[in-house]
């Protein structure tokens, strides 16, 4: 292996560059050129920033999803807690008795960033251990319950009306952008380079994770969980550890995600956009780590072509026909595209090959 | 393991014990009091016809299915109750009526699964590749390698394994459980579906994992087959143990006769 580049790592340095090249461009602007102008408007830091989030989610889901085959339609919970745990813990931290010494520092938003993750993975550790038993439709329909279950509790104040903690519909606004010490991650084009930072060393780990005996071990569980057990495969551990993985991951998104818009609101981790990461992990290519980025730029890209010209094609069309056109593209792409734009095996609807003489 | 017992009764201990099994599904029983005893570096078989529970007690020894009552011992030890990764982690490997091949995985990677247990890299290790995985990884694929070559699948190794023909299917199933390096290993019905040559073959391949010390258990339909392979048989019948003895005096035993007879019988009469 020494010497020669892998086609992960020409591919990983494509990407690092293209990061660095963008977030150069937008920071500095040279002779007026910009990202929006040398795409007609579609290519925009936001979409990126907001590509880049999924991509950490995603790359989670997929190792779940694509390659464990447990489904998940409740995937933006975990999203949704990592958001709101570091909007709370930020914004509302005297609510709650945090010091200000402590609220007030530069590390604070990073260390609750990291410790909403670590708890959100060892949640969903133990959640795991009971819905993980259940299997497809079961599997599904739990998730779904789970993360429909999640988004009330966020919208109702996580049932403690007087601590306002979750701002009910209205959710938390003034999150505090992230520092480094005195440095500010902000402008927009160094918020980019963050989140495709952690999103590229995400990738990174999924990689490994996917040659390794583990990841092995789950992609047997795939196939034939009965056999992968006769093998003394530990089922049971490695599903609800890859539950765990994919919900820090989620949860660290979400955290990003907060810190960028400065506001959230429950409505962004509801039912929809679960189904718009399944969406996104479909087109990407379920059982691949690389289906993940080209998944959520696929999909953003196309809901914003949706969004700026289907008002042209159907006249009144709003709001709620995004749930209908990611139901339709979803079925679509199942259907007639099993392996998305990378993945090399189909995903978990896969049917396993008859073996009968 | 509050007690050593001294070396020449360990060489005696049965490697597994069933003892008094009973199992039902719902109203209807599917093993009645069944106990036997396989010893260490035997070939022992089970007959028995079509729905005589064999199947049924392979899934209890393996842990996929508890009994009703009875208990099941493996190296003294009773495996009631552990989950079925860990009874394959004590050393019991097997394989499927229904071969259970890891689709969408290459036929290396299927026997890289077995040699799973053997491994100790765990999600750290993995996520970040350190120098340990990556060393234990090395060995792996040497080891795969070598099994494959063992039996003559070595070129075949990056095929998809779905893309086997069903008699290499069966093959690669059973490296498969070999690769867990077990110390009893379970077949049910290699046989079924392999043409006269295939299962010369496959006679000659369960001897030579026998005398590399590997205790055996083999459910099989086909009599001679099994006449010419187990150094003892134990015959189902009905959900009971009716006969058990050297393959010789089970193939003269007037109710293993009687039952494969009324098998036949049955058969007509369908």
Same mark, same amino acid.
């Given at each position: 292996?020494?010497?020669?580049?892998?086609?992960?790592?020409?591919?990983?340095?494509?990407?690092?560059?293209?990061?660095?090249?963008?977030?150069?461009?937008?920071?500095?602007?040279?002779?007026?050129?910009?990202?929006p102008?040398?795409?007609?408007?579609?290519?925009?830091?936001?979409?990126?920033?907001?590509?880049?989030?999924?991509?950490?989610?995603?790359?989670?889901?997929?190792?779940?999803?694509?390659?464990?085959?447990?489904?998940?339609?409740?995937?933006?919970?975990?999203?949704?807690?990592?958001?709101?745990?570091?909007?709370?813990?930020?914004?509302?931290?005297?609510?709650?008795?945090?010091?200000?010494?402590?609220?007030?520092?530069?590390?604070?938003?990073?260390?609750?960033?990291?410790?909403?993750?670590?708890?959100?993975?060892?949640?969903?550790?133990?959640?795991?251990?009971?819905?993980?038993?259940?299997?497809?439709?079961?599997?599904?329909?739990?998730?779904?319950?789970?993360?429909?279950?999640?988004?009330?509790?966020?919208?109702?104040?996580?049932?403690?009306?007087?601590?306002? !903690?979750?701002?009910?519909?209205?959710?938390?606004?003034?999150?505090?952008?992230?520092?480094?010490?005195?440095?500010?991650?902000?402008?927009?084009?160094?918020?980019?380079?963050?989140?495709?930072?952690?999103?590229?060393?995400?990738?990174?780990?999924?990689?490994?994770?996917?040659?390794?005996?583990?990841?092995?071990?789950?992609?047997?569980?795939?196939?034939?969980?009965?056999a992968?057990?006769?093998?003394?495969v530990?089922?049971?551990?490695?599903?609800?550890?890859?539950?765990?993985i994919?919900?820090?991951?989620?949860a660290?998104?979400?955290?990003?995600?907060?810190?960028?818009?400065?506001?959230?609101?429950?409505?962004?981790?509801?039912?929809?956009?679960?189904?718009?990461?399944?969406?996104?992990?479909?087109?990407?290519?379920?059982?691949?780590?690389?289906?993940?980025?080209?998944?959520?730029?696929?999909?953003?890209?196309?809901?914003?072509?949706?969004?700026?010209?289907?008002?042209?094609?159907f006249?009144?069309v709003?709001?709620?026909?995004?749930?209908?056109?990611?139901?339709?593209?979803?079925?679509?792409?199942?259907?007639?595209?099993?392996?998305?734009?990378?993945?090399?095996?189909?995903?978990?609807?896969?049917?396993p090959?008859?073996?009968?003489? | 393991?509050?007690? /050593?017992?001294? +070396?020449?009764?360990?060489?005696?201990?049965?490697l597994?014990?069933?003892?008094?099994?009973?199992?039902a599904?719902?109203g209807?029983?599917?093993?009645?009091?069944?106990?036997?005893?396989?010893?260490?570096?035997?070939?022992?078989?089970?007959?028995?016809?079509?729905?005589?529970?064999k199947?049924?007690?392979?899934?209890?020894?393996?842990?996929?299915?508890?009994?009703l009552?009875?208990?099941?011992?493996?190296?003294?030890?009773?495996?009631?109750?552990?989950?079925?990764?860990?009874?394959?982690?004590?050393?019991?490997?097997? /394989?499927?009526?229904?071969?259970?091949?890891?689709?969408?995985?290459?036929?290396?990677?299927?026997? !890289?699964?077995? !040699?799973?247990?053997?491994?100790?890299?765990?999600?750290?290790?993995?996520?970040?590749?350190?120098?340990?995985?990556?060393?234990?990884?090395?060995?792996?694929?040497?080891?795969?390698?070598?099994?494959?070559?063992?039996?003559?699948?070595?070129?075949?190794?990056?095929?998809?394994?779905?893309?086997?023909?069903?008699?290499?299917? +069966?093959?690669?199933?059973?490296?498969?459980?070999?690769?867990?390096?077990?110390s009893?290993?379970?077949?049910?019905?290699?046989?079924?579906g392999?043409?006269?040559?295939?299962?010369?073959?496959?006679?000659?391949?369960?001897?030579?994992? +026998?005398?590399?010390?590997?205790?055996?258990?083999?459910?099989?339909?086909?009599?001679?087959?099994?006449?010419?392979?187990?150094?003892?048989?134990?015959?189902?019948?009905?959900?009971?143990?009716?006969?058990?003895?050297?393959?010789?005096?089970?193939?003269?035993?007037?109710?293993?006769?009687?039952?494969?007879?009324?098998?036949?019988?049955?058969?007509?009469?369908?």
């Amino acid at each position: 292996m020494r010497g020669r580049l892998s086609g992960s790592t020409v591919g990983f340095l494509i990407a690092a560059a293209l990061v660095l090249a963008i977030g150069w461009l937008e920071g500095t602007r040279p002779g007026g050129v910009s990202l929006p102008r040398l795409t007609a408007g579609l290519l925009t830091l936001d979409l990126l920033i907001r590509a880049g989030v999924f991509t950490i989610i995603l790359v989670g889901l997929n190792l779940l999803m694509g390659y464990a085959g447990q489904v998940s339609l409740g995937q933006a919970a975990f999203y949704g807690l990592g958001a709101f745990f570091s909007a709370i813990l930020t914004v509302k931290a005297r609510n709650i008795g945090i010091p200000d010494v402590v609220a007030g520092a530069w590390w604070w938003a990073w260390v609750v960033m990291v410790v909403g993750a670590v708890i959100i993975g060892a949640l969903s550790y133990l959640i795991g251990w009971a819905i993980l038993r259940l299997r497809g439709h079961y599997l599904a329909m739990a998730t779904l319950g789970l993360g429909i279950a999640v988004f009330i509790i966020l919208r109702e104040n996580l049932g403690l009306p007087r601590l306002n !903690l979750t701002g009910g519909f209205d959710g938390v606004v003034g999150i505090p952008r992230l520092r480094i010490g005195a440095y500010l991650v902000w402008p927009v084009h160094r918020y980019f380079m963050l989140v495709w930072a952690v999103a590229l060393s995400t990738i990174a780990l999924g990689l490994n994770l996917v040659r390794s005996r583990i990841g092995r071990a789950l992609r047997a569980i795939h196939g034939s969980e009965l056999a992968a057990e006769s093998l003394a495969v530990a089922a049971p551990r490695y599903k609800a550890q890859i539950l765990a993985i994919s919900a820090a991951l989620a949860a660290l998104a979400g955290s990003l995600y907060a810190h960028f818009q400065a506001a959230v609101v429950p409505a962004t981790f509801g039912f929809v956009p679960s189904l718009q990461l399944v969406l996104m992990s479909a087109v990407g290519g379920m059982a691949s780590i690389w289906g993940a980025p080209f998944g959520a730029l696929a999909v953003l890209l196309l809901e914003e072509l949706l969004r700026t010209k289907l008002a042209v094609i159907f006249p009144g069309v709003k709001g709620e026909f995004e749930a209908v056109a990611f139901g339709l593209l979803l079925v679509l792409v199942l259907l007639f595209w099993p392996r998305g734009l990378t993945g090399r095996t189909p995903g978990p609807l896969r049917r396993p090959a008859a073996a009968k003489g | 393991m509050l007690q /050593t017992p001294a +070396r020449a009764d360990q060489a005696a201990a049965p490697l597994l014990e069933v003892r008094r099994i009973t199992k039902a599904f719902g109203g209807l029983v599917a093993l009645q009091d069944v106990s036997f005893v396989i010893w260490p570096g035997q070939i022992k078989g089970l007959i028995g016809p079509n729905g005589a529970g064999k199947t049924t007690l392979f899934n209890l020894i393996t842990g996929i299915l508890p009994p009703l009552s009875g208990d099941i011992r493996y190296r003294g030890r009773s495996t009631i109750g552990l989950p079925q990764y860990q009874i394959a982690g004590l050393g019991i490997a097997r /394989t499927f009526q229904n071969v259970q091949i890891f689709a969408g995985m290459t036929v290396l990677e299927n026997v !890289l699964v077995g !040699l799973h247990r053997h491994m100790r890299s765990g999600l750290l290790d993995a996520a970040i590749r350190s120098g340990r995985s990556r060393r234990e990884e090395q060995a792996a694929h040497k080891r795969a390698r070598a099994l494959l070559e063992e039996f003559d699948l070595l070129d075949r190794a990056d095929e998809p394994a779905e893309s086997l023909p069903f008699g290499l299917q +069966r093959v690669l199933e059973v490296a498969r459980a070999l690769a867990t390096a077990p110390s009893l290993l379970l077949l049910d019905e290699p046989g079924a579906g392999l043409s006269g040559a295939e299962k010369g073959r496959l006679t000659d391949r369960i001897r030579k994992i +026998r005398d590399d010390g590997v205790t055996v258990f083999l459910v099989e339909h086909d009599m001679e087959l099994m006449m010419g392979l187990a150094d003892e048989v134990a015959a189902l019948d009905q959900t009971m143990l009716i006969a058990e003895g050297p393959p010789a005096a089970i193939q003269n035993d007037p109710a293993v006769i009687a039952a494969y007879l009324g098998e036949e019988e049955r058969g007509d009469a369908s």
